[in-house]
């Protein structure tokens, strides 16, 4: 039996919306994403030294990551296999303005150094565990 149209019609829909949906958890530097924040870990990028706060955060494989920026200034989330070629790019935010923010919705297990892409002096770590008894941030 042949499927209605207007079904067609509604998981396309669902399809785009959750496309749509990933698109923003990644690229939004503002406000209004639909995500549930309260499991998150969350890293405040600053001016001085460590820059990223905490400089090392610790987090189980499907926790989301944010990073907030309350500075004056512009800065960058890089993951810093993305400078070289053989490696794969995670995530790079961008430019993030002043009292902007960045969100990785979840990483697999690993180690990843990161830096500023506009302040190369800026170095931070995450370390994704899958040991379910980790902090959400430490
Ligand atoms: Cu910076």
């Known amino acids: ?33 639909a995500m549930s924040l309260s499991s998150a870990t969350q890293i405040l990028m600053e001016n001085g030294s460590p820059y990223y706060i905490p400089a090392t955060a610790t987090m189980a494989s499907d926790t989301p990551i944010r990073w907030d920026n309350p500075t004056p200034t ?14 794969p790019c995670l995530f790079d935010s961008g430019a993030v303005a002043p009292g ?31 040991d379910p008894s980790t902090p959400s941030q430490l």
């Open 1 to 33: 039996m042949k499927k209605p149209p207007y079904l067609a019609w509604s998981t396309a829909d669902v399809n785009r919306l959750r496309i749509m949906t990933i698109a923003l958890g990644i690229g939004t530097a503002t406000g209004g994403l």
């Open 74 to 87: 512009h800065h960058t989330v890089t993951h810093s296999d993305c400078m070289k070629e053989d490696r």
């Open 100 to 130: 902007g923010h960045f969100t990785v919705p979840g990483l697999p297990v690993g180690r990843y150094p990161y830096h500023c892409g506009i302040h190369p002096i800026m170095r931070g770590q995450l370390v994704v565990t899958d």
